[in-house]
T-cell receptor, first 112, second 116 residues
Framework: GENVEQHPSTLSVQEGDSAVIKCTYSDSASNYFPWYKQELGKGPQLIIDIRSNVGEKKDQRIAVTLNKTAKHFSLHITETQPEDSAVYFCAASRRGTYKYIFGTGTRLKVLA | GAVVSQHPSRVICKSGTSVKIECRSLDFQATTMFWYRQFPKQSLMLMATSNEGSKATYEQGVEKDKFLINHASLTLSTLTVTSAHPEDSSFYIC????????????FGPGTRLTVT
């Protein structure tokens, strides 16, 4: 079946360093790839997304890259801050279906 | 962005009882909503798609008689966990799509269900 693999499962970085989280999807028809941040006891919050017709997208300290050929996409957070500590989920979807396949999550800890 | 609310945020119920969770789209209409379940330290797993005015579509392995879904209006979907058991204890999250034909989903804040 369709699945999304996400690595690493946990990631600790020093404040100010960069963090990279990688996902691989299996459904070649996927064309929308959102990233969500989830804090303890809360629902997921969209932080950035990318569509299949774009290779890279950046929003301040956050960027996402997409390699359609390899079916990989990655989240890059620069100049990390303690408030970036949370669980991050990637997802893959086909436009209009809204059926998201989520990755397994990455627990990011930014050490002050 | 659009706002999705859930009520209650936390609920504790006794084994064998039923509990209802509400999901509302506050400033937009949603003909479709989604229900997810998330166990501790795990990912979100889609349980079912709630369709306004028609039956919900359940994912494989999800018991439709146990997890009753009603989408009676364009802004409200409810999930009722019937005859709850401790193994049903989980974090339940709903979501709703934004613009029709678009990409984004908006997630609710989640409901923590504890069955004792």
């Amino acid at each position: 079946g369709e699945n999304v693999e996400q690595h690493p499962s946990t990631l600790s970085v020093q404040e100010g360093d960069s963090a990279v989280i990688k996902c691989t999807y299996s459904d070649s028809a996927s064309n929308y790839f959102p990233w969500y941040k989830q804090e303890l006891g809360k629902g997921p919050q969209l932080i950035i997304d990318i569509r299949s017709n774009v290779g890279e997208k950046k929003d301040q300290r956050i960027a996402v890259t997409l390699n359609k050929t390899a079916k990989h996409f990655s989240l890059h957070i620069t100049e990390t801050q303690p408030e970036d500590s949370a669980v991050y989920f990637c997802a893959a979807s086909r436009r209009g279906t809204y059926k998201y396949i989520f990755g397994t999550g990455t627990r990011l800890k930014v050490l002050a | 962005g659009a706002v999705v609310s859930q009520h209650p945020s936390r609920v504790i119920c006794k084994s064998g009882t039923s509990v209802k969770i509400e999901c509302r789209s506050l400033d937009f209409q949603a003909t479709t909503m989604f229900w997810y379940r998330q166990f501790p330290k795990q990912s979100l797993m889609l349980m079912a798609t709630s369709n306004e005015g028609s039956k919900a579509t359940y994912e494989q392995g999800v018991e439709k008689d146990k997890f009753l879904i009603n989408h009676a209006s364009l802004t409200l979907s409810t999930l009722t966990v019937t005859s709850a058991h401790p193994e049903d204890s989980s974090f339940y999250i709903c979501s709703a799509p934004g613009l029709a034909g678009g990409y984004e989903q908006y997630f609710g804040p989640g409901t923590r269900l504890t069955v004792t």
